[in-house]
């Protein structure tokens, strides 16, 4: 009776771990769809090298302080206006959402960027002048200063 017992507790062992994994990997796998033109960059929005490989520097922002009580991605205005890379761009800007204001089920922004990742970056918008440029002071100073 024990060996019929030993005989199947590790297949039965086997498959409940294999379920168990394709869940965590299907539960991560939901993410890409949580933030716009996420499927666009698939794994590698948040991940170096594709999924279970490191986190880049947007995986990172999202997992400490970006995820639900339900491990599911918090887009928003927050989110849009960092810029996880340090590239200049904000991560909405790279992801064509600079106001993070896409939800799930709306169509994806054009022409994306990977907000995780330095070497891929947006043509920045021109700074708008503030009132100290433009104004006479401003252009004896920048006279004075040459």
Not at 8 to 16: D, E, F, I, Q, V
Not at 108 to 137: H, I
Request: glycine share 14%; aromatic share 4%.
């Amino acid at each position: 009776m024990m060996m019929r017992t030993k005989a199947w507790a590790l297949p039965a062992a086997l498959l409940l771990i294999s379920i168990l994994l394709v869940g965590t990997v299907e539960a991560r796998g939901k993410r890409v769809r949580q933030i716009p033109n996420g499927g666009n960059g698939g794994c590698n929005s948040c991940h170096t090298s594709g999924g279970g490989s490191a986190l880049n520097a947007f995986g990172v922002e999202i997992v400490n302080g970006f995820l639900d009580a339900n491990g599911d991605v918090i887009w928003g205005a927050d989110l849009a206006a960092l810029d996880s890379d340090g590239d200049g761009a904000s991560n909405g800007l790279e992801l064509g959402d600079p106001e993070g204001l896409w939800v799930v089920g709306d169509a994806n922004p054009e022409n994306p960027f990977n907000p995780g990742d330095p070497q891929s970056t947006p043509p920045l918008p021109e700074p708008e002048p503030t009132a100290v440029e433009v104004s006479n002071w401003a252009q004896v100073k920048a006279l004075i200063s040459q």
